[in-house]
């Protein structure tokens, strides 16, 4: 079974440019996880959706990030413009069911300058 | 909103010996609480979880308990080996939200 796949896996930008990440989650999960991991930390939920319909996205800082998930299964998350505490990585995880055990990307490594 | 507290920050321990890693929780209406490993530079990876409805659940070298009372959990590894050097994390949620809240890690090293 393929796992789920990000890209790109490096980016390195400088603060206030844009900057999108993508996401393939395990096919047939419905629920679809961004978590970011600030270096030394856990990972904190940025927002989650089942199928195409977003659950919980209280922690999304929603002046510069978005996320969407068109029709199901593929997904997008943009920060405009970046700041110099963006620099993170940015997980992808997905489950079959809400409150399954959640499946992670490699992540993608982002360094704002 | 749920908040979860772990200690030690780092662990250093001998090889063979055991490992214990320990978890609080805020909200006493969580009741899933996932174990994850996350080598250097690669994805979290589930080692072992339980619900509340059990107190203590063991996978081979692997065990995670639980006090619901006291609202904390803990890991344990016996045996410990090399390859058991990384970093844990855990995690809790309650059903119906099934937000994972994470701790902030700990950075197990097996000493050779």
């Known amino acids: 079974e393929a796992g789920v796949a990000q890209s790109p896996r490096y980016k390195i930008i400088e603060k206030r440019q844009s900057v999108a990440f993508w996401c393939n989650p395990i096919?047939?999960?419905?629920?679809l996880y961004w978590y970011q991991q600030i270096l030394g930390q856990g990972p904190k939920l940025l927002i989650q959706f089942q199928n195409n319909g977003v659950v919980d996205d209280s922690q999304l800082p929603k002046d510069r990030f978005s996320a969407e998930r068109l029709k199901g299964v593929d997904s997008t998350l943009k920060i405009q413009p970046a700041k110099l505490e963006d620099s993170a990585v940015y997980l992808c995880?997905?489950?079959?069911?809400?409150?399954?055990?959640?499946?992670f990307g490699p992540g993608t490594r982002l360094t704002v300058l | 909103g749920e908040n979860v507290e772990q200690h030690p920050s780092t662990l250093s321990v001998q090889e063979g010996d055991s490992a214990v890693i320990k978890c609080t929780y805020s909200?006493?209406?969580?009741?899933?609480f996932p174990w994850y490993k996350q080598e250097l530079g690669k994805r979290p990876q589930l080692i072992i979880d339980?619900?509340?409805?059990?107190g203590e659940k063991k996978d081979q070298r692997i065990a995670v308990t639980l006090n619901k009372t006291a609202k904390h959990f803990s890991l344990h590894i016996t045996e410990t080996q090399p390859e058991d050097s990384a970093v844990y994390f855990c995690?809790?949620?309650?059903?119906?939200?099934?937000?994972?809240?994470f701790g902030q890690g700990t950075r197990l090293t097996i000493n050779p």
């Open positions: 995880a997905s489950s079959l069911i809400q409150g399954g055990e959640q499946f």
């Open positions: 339980i619900r509340s409805n059990v």
């Open positions: 096919s047939g999960h419905a629920t």
């Open positions: 909200d006493s209406a969580s009741n899933y």
């Open positions: 995690a809790a949620s309650r059903a119906g939200a099934q937000k994972l809240v």
